[in-house]
């Protein structure tokens, strides 16, 4: 019964999305790398984390004037995995995929298996990217990108503000 009470605590713990902001230029050999650490090599890209992963507060710290970070809600995330889901050869996801290389029946079991920590992207880079490219926002940002997000600007932790910011991403 243990494993049952150990499933729901993960399962309550948020998934955080990162997406970096800003470009190349300007940027810090120790900021870079902790950015390669994250698979963030490149401008409006999004990776995703458990909120419990070791480390990840301190490279968020490292890396908070090039990017924003919060936590990602299923359905979002369902919508990311549809639109801008990749297998090897950046061919798109299909459920015909998911059914055949992961077991998975939709990508709703899918997004709902990563919450729960039982399908980990990161694990299955063979078979999916655990990056997602996105397209600059539409209707562009809102405030500045060289400002934290809570002084009227971009950059940096948003909390539950990240899933508008990728749907218009999307």
Do not use: C
Request: no cysteine; proline share 5%.
């Amino acid at each position: 019964m243990s494993g049952g009470k150990e499933e729901a605590e993960s399962a309550g713990k948020p998934l955080i999305a990162i997406i970096r902001i800003r470009g190349m230029t300007g940027v810090h050999p120790e900021v870079e790398y902790t950015l390669r650490l994250l698979r963030l090599t490149r401008k409006f890209t999004m990776s995703l984390y458990p909120a419990e992963t070791p480390g990840l507060d301190g490279m968020l710290q490292k890396v908070k004037d090039w990017v924003t970070w919060g936590e990602i809600d299923k359905e979002t995330l369902v919508e990311v995995l549809k639109k801008r889901g990749r297998a090897p050869g950046n061919k798109r996801l299909t459920e015909d995929y998911l059914k055949r290389v992961l077991g998975v029946e939709s990508f709703e079991e899918l997004a709902d298996k990563i919450f729960k920590r039982e399908i980990k992207l990161h694990k299955l880079e063979d078979k999916i990217k655990p990056i997602f490219r996105l397209a600059p926002p539409k209707g562009g940002f809102k405030k500045s990108t060289k400002r934290p997000y809570k002084d009227e600007g971009e950059l940096g932790y948003r909390g539950e503000a990240i899933n508008e910011l990728i749907r218009r991403m999307v």
